[in-house]
């Protein structure tokens, strides 16, 4: 149904007027031709203050009151909307009811997630990171402003949360916002781990995120090849920085260690075993599983170089990730990679290039990456299978070019 059906309108209950003459302020829904529904908003106003459907006069308080009488018109306009972008018959008493129920006190998408982020946020340094909770609120920002955009609220009970809203949202991240499919994909996780969380609280029974697939990006490579990785270590680059954080890129290619684990490597991580080889035993910040990683030569020969250059017992002078990402857009540029070159890209340059392409076994690589399940690690393997996939077929050819046998 056109929204231009549905109306809303206020009047005063004269006949419940107290004893200083003030009336009940009512809401009115109409729905089509049939439907329609009435509720108290829980004010009062005098009936000489009273014209055309609003408070009248200049005052504080009448402005208070059709600021309120405006909100509440917003609030039923946008619940029809979304209830009936995804069913018919939506009555004058539906809407009623979930409005009623966010002014009495039901559970709120936005308020459920105010508290989330509270007490995240409580436990960082604990058993959570500051990323993560900047991911959060970045989540809870994009939430708040889809509200606005599309719906003219400032938030909606947490059982209006379908999927149609859910899609809604999809599309709104996609085309309003420009947002990139790995952003939109990690900003709905955010989404789901809120759901998730409500649903365990008892506030929702259903799953609004049930047949809900993110529009994913065609597969880019998220490693560098063994060309790539040589030009990037063999390279002239024109200053020392760059040669810093190439040095610290490399020693996460060599080892898989992500930036959040590098930077709180200390001393104290670096062991030294009975047969000579150097290890590095930690645990991951995101999951507090340890995991462990025999140094190869070119990660010694870094430790070496930057020895005592970390301030306190830090094992490695680090520069904070955004410094280090746009540092590495001028080496990738010095070393003529077209693609986007970020800090992350080489743990996954390990996990291919560097150990799974080699013939280490993947339930090694899944230990030494710190993985809690393998399932994650055989997201490298498949990329390690398309890899040499690709390759054969490329040598295909160049046989083909070179030889030719009558048969």
């Known amino acids: 149904m056109n929204q231009a059906n549905v109306k809303v309108s206020f009047y005063l209950k004269k006949s419940d007027a107290d004893a200083d003459g003030n009336c009940p302020v009512m809401a009115k829904l109409n729905v089509g031709k049939y439907s329609e529904a009435a509720f108290s908003v829980k004010m009062k106003v005098p009936q000489s203050r009273w014209a055309s459907g609003r408070a009248s006069g200049k005052s504080m308080a009448a402005k208070e009151i059709n600021n309120r009488l405006d909100e509440i018109r917003a609030m039923a306009l946008g619940i029809y909307a979304e209830q009936s972008a995804v069913r018919d018959g939506v009555t004058a008493e539906e809407v009623k009811g979930i409005l009623l129920g966010m002014a009495s006190g039901q559970e709120t998408l936005l308020g459920y997630f105010r508290r989330f982020i509270s007490n995240f946020e409580k436990r960082v340094g604990v058993n959570r990171t500051a990323g993560s909770l900047r991911a959060y609120r970045n989540a809870y920002n994009h939430i708040g402003r889809f509200l606005q955009v599309r719906y003219k609220l400032s938030d909606i009970p947490f059982s209006a949360l379908d999927r149609s809203f859910i899609d809604k949202y999809d599309l709104y991240l996609r085309t309003e916002r420009h947002l990139a499919p790995r952003t939109i994909i990690n900003l709905t996780v955010q989404l789901k781990t809120i759901v998730g969380e409500a649903i365990a609280d008892g506030i929702i029974t259903t799953y609004p995120f049930a047949g809900y697939e993110p529009v994913r990006s065609k597969n880019e490579q998220?490693?560098?090849?063994?060309?790539?990785?040589?030009?990037?270590?063999?390279?002239?680059?024109?200053?020392?920085?760059?040669?810093?954080?190439?040095?610290m890129f490399l020693f996460s290619c060599y080892t898989g260690i992500p930036y959040g684990d590098m930077r709180l490597l200390t001393k104290q991580n670096l062991s030294l075993a009975e047969d000579?080889?150097?290890?590095?035993?930690?645990?991951r910040q995101k999951t507090k599983i340890e995991f462990e990683?025999?140094?190869?030569?070119?990660p010694l020969r870094i430790l070496e170089k930057y020895r005592d250059a970390a301030p306190g017992d830090r094992l490695l002078p680090m520069y904070c990730n955004s410094m280090l990402n746009l540092y590495l857009k001028e080496i990738a540029r010095l070393c003529h990679i077209d693609r986007p070159l970020v800090f992350h890209m080489a743990r996954h340059t390990y996990a291919t290039e560097i150990t799974l392409s080699h013939g280490v076994p993947l339930e090694t690589v899944s230990k030494m990456l710190g993985h809690s399940q393998i399932e994650t690690t055989q997201i490298?393997?498949?990329v390690t299978d398309d890899k040499i996939d690709a390759d054969t077929k490329a040598l295909n050819r160049k046989i083909s070019e070179r030889f030719s046998v009558v048969i």
Do not use: F
């Open 222 to 247: 998220k490693y560098l090849t063994a060309e790539e990785l040589q030009r990037i270590m063999t390279t002239p680059l024109h200053r020392q920085t760059l040669y810093h954080v190439r040095d």
């Open 276 to 283: 000579g080889t150097w290890w590095i035993k930690s645990a």
């Open 293 to 298: 990683i025999p140094l190869l030569d070119l």
């Open 380 to 382: 490298y393997a498949k």
